[in-house]
């Protein structure tokens, strides 16, 4: 535990760059998430 400690610390950018990644792998799922809610409601409303 302690060489990763080193290593985030002499390398910062890089757990930057993981939050970053995660953040918008977050994003990128919740939007398909409502892409597919919509897609399905408008189905719904069109039968009726």
Do not use: C, E, P
């Not at 390398?11 to 994003?27: C, D, P």
Request: charged share 15%; proline share 0%.
């Amino acid at each position: 535990m302690d060489s990763l400690y080193n290593f985030l610390n002499t390398h910062a950018y890089y757990g930057l760059l993981a939050i970053i990644l995660i953040i918008w792998a977050g994003i990128f799922l919740y939007v398909q998430n409502i892409r597919k809610k919509v897609t399905q409601l408008q189905k719904n409303s069109s039968r009726d």
